[in-house]
């Protein structure tokens, strides 16, 4: 995400508050999930796959708000990430 796309986000949090991002970012999540289920029925056929893209854009502009709203560092996302995928390959390697 580009620094004016933060910027953006920020704009629209601040317009629409916390708790109304909050509640679109668990809209936004269930409407990635229902998009993953729709493209795997339908064998990534290009329209699902579309969906699917956009649905992620959406899940990752409201995670941008969220780090906002929980004052949540790239890096501490980093980290956790790390952790966690190690952690998946020391059982794949198990």
Known sequence: ?????????DKILT???????????CEEAGELIR?????K???G?????????SEMADVLIMMEQLKSIYAI???EIDDEINYKLA?????IQA
């Open 1 to 9: 995400m580009t620094e004016q796309n933060r910027k953006d986000c």
């Open 15 to 25: 317009h629409y508050g916390v708790t109304g991002q909050s509640l679109i970012a």
């Open 35 to 39: 998009a993953i289920s729709k493209a």
């Open 41 to 43: 029925r339908q064998s």
């Open 45 to 53: 056929d290009s329209a699902s796959v579309q969906n699917l893209i």
């Open 73 to 75: 560092m790239d890096s």
């Open 87 to 91: 952690r998946q390959l020391g059982r």
